[in-house]
């Protein structure tokens, strides 16, 4: 099966997308993406399918929610933002499916090191109590070791250094996790949710 790029508009913004390309005659397209679904604010013209630009795209449009308000169990800029709801958010606008809760996101994608150096824009990264206690709390890292996640304590969206999560009221820096690989796909998750 080769890949090749598909279209893919939300919104009316224009976002090209890694596709599988089917081989076989007679294979018909997907019905087209329900864009109300979605309800994604237009702050790019275009999505490219290189994976580093498809992260700048996650990036850009996590930092276009901040001052967004915070509601719990919220999913869209109109109503506002939890941390899950803000997470699903973003990579929703490339097709990537994740959990509703920081918990479960805990378990999307792959897991990689806890290390500022290991980190690519668009990275999930969870939060919890404590050294042994449950993720709590998720952001998207947005590179030069910031993220960008709906704060309680803030009450809003906001961007701040990953190192200093007291400031931003976030808890233990836990793990990250890669949504999007290298190549510009969808990361599989490897670790299973107890």
């Known amino acids: 099966m080769s890949r090749t790029l598909g279209l893919l508009a939300?919104?009316?913004?224009?976002?090209?997308?890694?596709?599988?390309?089917?081989a076989q005659e007679g294979v018909r397209e997907a019905p087209a993406y329900d864009a109300t679904a979605l309800d994604?604010?237009?702050?790019?013209?275009?999505?490219?399918?290189?994976?580093?630009?498809?992260?700048?795209?996650?990036?850009?449009?996590?930092?276009?929610?901040?001052?967004?308000?915070?509601?719990?169990?919220?999913?869209?800029?109109?109503?506002?933002?939890?941390c899950s709801g803000l997470v699903r958010y973003i990579v929703a606008a490339l097709h990537i499916a994740v959990p509703r809760t920081a918990a479960r996101q805990a378990f999307a994608g792959v897991g990689i090191p806890a290390d500022t150096a290991q980190l690519l824009p668009g990275d999930l990264i969870t939060f919890g109590r404590g050294t042994k206690g449950a993720v709590s709390h998720i952001g998207i890292y947005v590179g030069n070791g910031r993220?960008?996640?709906?704060?309680?304590?803030?009450?809003?969206?906001?961007?701040?250094d990953?190192?200093?999560?007291?400031?931003?009221?976030?808890?233990?820096?836990?793990?990250?996790?890669?949504?999007?690989?290298?190549?510009?796909?969808?990361?599989?998750?490897?670790d299973s949710v107890s």
Do not use: C
């Open 10 to 22: 939300v919104s009316g913004a224009l976002f090209v997308v890694p596709v599988a390309a089917r």
């Open 40 to 82: 994604a604010p237009k702050p790019f013209a275009a999505f490219s399918a290189s994976a580093m630009t498809l992260r700048d795209s996650l990036v850009a449009l996590a930092r276009a929610q901040v001052g967004t308000r915070y509601v719990h169990g919220g999913e869209t800029p109109k109503r506002g933002f939890d």
């Open 147 to 160: 993220i960008v996640h709906a704060s309680t304590k803030a009450h809003e969206v906001i961007e701040t």
């Open 162 to 190: 990953l190192m200093n999560p007291k400031v931003a009221g976030v808890k233990r820096w836990r793990g990250a996790r890669r949504v999007l690989t290298d190549d510009g796909m969808v990361a599989a998750a490897t």
